[in-house]
């Protein structure tokens, strides 16, 4: 008797690999943080430099009503393969909703960096990082201002939730509310101008080629005189990040552009004429998750 058996291999195609990646306002502790996505972006990808610039961990909302979850701990776990597995240099950069890491600036743990702000070189050209928000006279003179605002934006993104919820039920696409609000009113859009345009003159002032920040949740990537401004954008509607190529190269990737399943291929190769019939065994399941993230690692530095 003559049996096929068909064996299933599992192939997966080679990580991309950058040589920096550059990612901003993650807001880890509230409800709009989009943790999953974040770590799930950082595990397709490897990169040589890590810039985590500012709010990534929204310290504001974690004093108020925010809650730290498992998910949120899952995004530092894979920080940390990055740092064991790949060699990743990880920066990480205050901005103002983490402030509180004024009060160990500046650390260095091995691959681990905490500071204010950083001048990077690549390919011949410096770029000045920061999160952007000293440039920002509300969030660094009027705080109280700021928190109002921090308010009202939190209340925008929850009311997001709502509409997309019922666009969801029925078939519609996702519909940003907070960047239509920010479309429409005009003292915003003059705003985010005039924020871009100061960021461009700072880098020029500091002799740098470039300027990267995050803070105002709008990716991009232009020249504003002669100054190329990169912005990452966010993890909380845009999910956008930053990635440099070796030959220093910048383009912004969005999480929602990115096709998973091309990322694993199921490839059926038959095989003929075994020696002796195959019994299979039965299939016992301890309910184990299969992305080694989802289980408990140890959490350490």
């Known amino acids: ?96 909703h983490d402030d509180f890491l004024e009060q160990i600036l500046p650390l260095q743990i091995g691959n681990l960096s905490i500071q204010l702000d950083m001048i990077y070189e690549s390919n011949g050209k410096k770029y000045f990082i920061t999160h952007g928000d000293v440039f920002d006279s509300i969030t660094t003179n009027l705080r109280w201002i700021a928190y109002i605002g921090d308010v009202g934006y939190t209340f925008l993104l929850w009311l997001n939730r ?8 029925r078939g519609l696409p996702y519909f940003s509310l907070s960047k239509y609000v920010k479309g429409k009113v005009k003292s915003a859009v003059s705003y985010i101008d005039q924020y871009e345009e100061e960021l461009a003159k700072m880098a020029k002032a500091k002799g740098c080629d470039g300027i990267i920040c995050g803070h105002i949740h709008k990716a991009e990537n232009r020249m504003i005189d002669g100054i190329e401004y990169l912005n990452s954008g966010d993890w909380v509607e845009t999910m956008s990040a930053l990635a440099e190529d070796h030959e220093g190269n910048w383009q912004l990737i969005y999480y929602n552009e990115i096709n998973f399943k091309s990322s694993e291929d199921h490839v059926i190769l038959p095989v003929q004429n075994p020696t002796h019939q195959i019994i299979p065994f039965k299939e016992v399941s301890f309910n184990k998750s299969d992305d080694p993230d989802l289980e408990n690692p140890s959490f350490r530095l």
């Open 162 to 169: 709502v509409v997309n919820f019922y666009r969801y039920k």
């Open 1 to 96: 008797m003559i049996f096929s058996v068909y064996i299933e291999i599992k192939t997966r195609s080679v990580k991309t690999r950058f040589k920096t990646i550059v990612v901003s306002d993650v807001h880890l502790g509230t409800k709009g943080s989009k943790a999953k996505e974040i770590s799930r972006f950082l595990k397709m990808y490897e990169c040589e430099n890590l810039i985590l610039n500012g709010d990534i961990i929204d310290g504001w909302q974690l004093k108020k009503s925010g809650s730290w979850k498992r998910k949120h701990t899952r995004f530092f776990n894979r920080i940390i393969k990055m740092i064991e597995n790949t060699g990743t240099k990880v920066f990480y950069l205050r901005g103002n």
